[in-house]
């Protein structure tokens, strides 16, 4: 089934991007710790951090594809050039006036992101130095988002999906020449890292140009005109990028709030890291690819054939993630220390972050259902409902962040986020179901119950094995890594056993997907 093959080619793409994502993050931990360099580097990555992670999971796609696409079946292929030259240069522009708005009124961008660092002028001097590095990476990344686009509504999907693993290879490389050379922790270090961040977006772009001139759809640079498609691009865009990146602006916000107080910002950071693994491999992927899909079926008058693709990605999404949060939230302690707690990350940060990662996991499913069911709007072109949706889950983020930050400091911070997620996920498909746009099938209730009962299974199963497991290692060396290990090789084994004997997952459809996957197979990609 096509839908499962893209969205494993994608998924293993994310997941490839996120696994250099964590070799590099545990560098970070050992040469930067939770401290103040940590800090000032994270909340300058934050903001051009949030647009890479809106953008590439399909929030500006959320505009541009359905309109690409009208026009590349509509009126052929160089009208659907012509339309995304006029998006290039209307974007361009954008982003280059914002960012020369940005580098010269940083100090005061800065006071909006982390207030908190007013308080201690040499963190705060080296966060405006830092986003002023790292701040032109919008630009490049939005870019990106724009050619990732007009190559996955060609049905071209592998380089979008790989082209993420370079910003970390850049990063992995400027960290170990930062140990190498004695400046960690130190502010030369952060500063190396935010040239990486401008260098690695540089790379990214030309790859995806280099992509598009392959596919023969490379649009030029022309003269910016805000033509009847620009108009309706910016209409439909505007609400879309609000509302498909708001788990990433969630975060911003959180940012901001945990600025006030020590070394949160960095827990924060830490905690997001681990579980933006499964949200990426999962959530990036449906957003990417469900999105296409249905708008095609829709344009072509098959209702039925995008409900069903619609409950095969809920599914999908729900079978990887409802497990991965029971995960995160039944053993959060072993998994930040077995990745993390090293060099200037010590265990008593790693405590703290575990109560984070633990409130964010309860969320997870909750993030990925929302990335399932917003492509039912953007497909009927409808990017304002999901946008005022969005709008809801950031005013319960922002109170109950305000309510709880006392009591729980950057727990709290985390809760919020979760809670604001559930309630966004159950309006956008109590409203799509309203519309005719949802229905549940038998399949999915069904598959849905005996997923439960295998991740409940699994994490009493973790719980065990933490239990009788971390004592018996107490000591020795590796003692982490050998605990996590065990872990994630129980809940694999677990899991995946209990998923096919329950037929949670089917083993054909799976194996199938992947044997039309290979690259062998891939050479229209």
Request: hydrophobic share 60%.
């Amino acid at each position: 089934m096509s839908l499962i093959r893209n969205f494993l080619l994608v998924g293993g793409g994310t997941g490839s991007s996120r696994i250099l994502g964590f070799g590099r993050d545990m560098l970070m931990a050992a040469a930067l710790g939770a401290g103040p360099v940590a800090d000032a580097f994270f909340v300058a990555f934050r903001l051009p951090n949030l647009f890479r992670r809106i953008f590439a999971e399909g929030a500006f796609n959320s505009a541009f594809v359905p309109l690409f696409a009208r026009e590349l079946e509509g009126q052929g292929q160089e009208a659907a050039r012509s339309f995304a030259q006029q998006a290039l240069a209307a974007l361009t522009l954008t982003l280059l006036v914002l960012t020369i708005v940005a580098e010269l009124a940083m100090p005061l961008v800065m006071y909006v992101l982390a207030p908190g660092f007013a308080s201690d002028p040499e963190k705060f001097d080296l966060a405006v130095q830092l986003t002023r590095i790292c701040f032109p990476y919008l630009l490049f990344v939005s870019l990106v988002a724009l050619f990732s686009g007009l190559l996955n509504a060609l049905g071209r999907f592998a380089v979008a999906a790989f082209a993420p693993t370079l910003l970390n290879v850049v990063f992995i490389g400027a960290l170990l020449l930062i140990v190498w050379s004695g400046h960690a922790e130190t502010p030369t270090a952060g500063v190396w890292l935010s040239w990486a961040v401008f260098f690695g977006g540089i790379a990214q772009l030309l790859m995806l140009i280099f992509a598009a001139r392959r596919a023969g759809m490379a649009p030029a640079l022309v003269r910016p005109r805000l033509t009847p498609g620009v108009k309706r691009l910016v209409a439909l865009a505007v609400p879309g990028v609000l509302a498909g990146g708001i788990t990433q602006i969630n975060i911003v916000i959180g940012t901001m709030i945990a600025s006030m107080a020590p070394q949160a910002v960095s827990y924060l950071y830490y905690a997001d890291r681990i579980y933006q693994l499964p949200l990426g491999l999962v959530g990036v992927a449906i957003g990417v690819v469900l999105l296409p899909e249905l708008a095609r079926r829709l344009r072509a008058g098959e209702d039925g054939a995008a409900m069903h693709q619609q409950n095969r990605a809920l599914e999908f999404a729900l079978a990887l993630t409802v497990p991965a949060a029971v995960a995160l939230a039944a053993v959060p302690g072993p998994i930040i220390s077995g990745l993390f707690a090293r060099g200037a990350f010590t265990e008593a940060d790693a405590a703290a972050t575990a109560g984070a990662l633990a409130a964010f996991g309860l969320g997870l499913p909750a993030f990925v259902m929302i990335k399932v069911f917003q492509p039912g709007f953007f497909a009927r072109e409808d990017t304002r409902t999901p946008m005022w949706f969005a709008g809801v889950n950031a005013a319960i983020n922002i109170v109950l962040s305000l309510a709880l930050f006392p009591f729980l400091a950057h727990v709290g911070i985390a809760i919020a986020t979760s809670v604001g997620g559930w309630v966004n996920a159950a309006l956008l498909a109590i409203v799509l179901r309203r519309r005719g746009g949802l229905a549940f099938d038998d399949r999915l209730g069904s598959r849905v119950a005996r997923l439960v009962v295998a991740s409940a299974v699994m994490g009493a199963a973790l719980v065990g094995v933490r239990v009788l497991a971390e004592p018996a290692l107490a000591g020795m060396a590796g003692d982490k890594a050998i605990l996590l290990v065990l872990l994630v090789g129980t809940g694999l084994f677990v899991y995946g056993g209990l998923a096919v004997m329950l037929g949670v997952l089917d083993r054909r459809e799976i194996m199938g997907a992947v044997r039309r996957g290979r690259p062998e197979n891939l050479k229209a990609q």
